[in-house]
């Protein structure tokens, strides 16, 4: 079956780093795309990987190793609006994407 | 603004009756999506279309259908309504038409709660 893994919660202090997690197991893969959701809001795109290898994207970057199925997203320099969940998503062979249940990140001063 | 627009924002609904969910994009992307969002769980498929005139079944189909008449507007309906389809609700749309997977991009979400 398909299946992504990520962390429920994850805890963090401003101006700190913060990894996180995503394995995955889909039917074929065809990339990997990280999202951010506020509260009440929609997702919004923050990276897409589908080559091995760290993307870097201002204080966010994120890593691919197919050969593992993992990923993770870096947050650096944390900021309080960094309070969100981040969705991790396999893309399959069918070129859908198959979704992780989010990590909620809390960031304390 | 271009983007995706939803109506309702929100809507309480009656176990039986009948509601359709609109979404509307205007950035002409060829590819639309209907996803519901459930506590504790990830963003699930219910129905997609490609390009206009076409439709697929996604991870939930049950309960829900979809119509693509035209490029910019993608319906969700259910027929029948039953509290299990208590949820928010995401429409989304991406440009695939060059081959490349670009990004999907949300509307703000319908929350439906079914009595």
């Known amino acids: 079956g398909q299946n992504i893994d990520q962390p429920t919660e994850m805890t963090a202090t401003e101006g700190a780093i913060v990894q996180i997690n995503c394995t995955y197991q889909?039917?074929?893969?065809?990339?990997l795309f990280w999202y951010q959701q506020h509260a009440g809001e929609a997702p919004t795109f923050l990276s897409y990987?589908?080559l091995d290898g760290l993307e870097e994207k201002g204080r966010f970057s994120s890593f691919l190793s197919r050969s593992k199925g993992y990923s993770y997203l870096l947050l650096k320099e944390l900021q309080m609006k960094d309070s969100a969940s981040y969705l991790c998503?396999?893309?399959?062979?069918?070129?859908?994407?198959?979704w992780g249940a989010g990590t909620k990140l809390i960031i304390k001063p | 603004i271009a983007g995706i627009t939803q109506a309702p924002t929100s809507q309480i609904l009656a176990a039986g009756r009948r509601m359709t969910l609109r979404c509307t994009q205007d950035?002409?992307?060829?590819?639309m999506y209907w996803y519901r969002q459930d506590l504790g769980l990830g963003l699930r498929l219910i129905h997609y279309?490609?390009?206009?005139?076409?439709?697929g079944k996604g991870e939930v189909p049950d309960g829900y259908s979809v119509s693509r008449a035209n490029t910019d507007d993608f319906p969700l309906t259910l027929a029948s309504a039953v509290p299990s389809q208590t949820s928010v609700y995401f429409c989304?749309?991406?440009?695939?038409?060059?081959?490349?997977?670009?990004?999907?991009?949300f509307g703000p979400g319908t929350r439906l709660t079914v009595l």
């Open positions: 989304a749309s991406s440009d695939t038409s060059g081959g490349e997977y670009n990004e999907q991009f």
């Open positions: 950035m002409r992307h060829n590819a």
């Open positions: 279309s490609n390009t206009a005139g076409t439709t």
């Open positions: 889909t039917s074929g893969f065809n990339g």
């Open positions: 990987n589908v």
């Open positions: 998503a396999a893309m399959d062979s069918n070129y859908q994407l198959i």
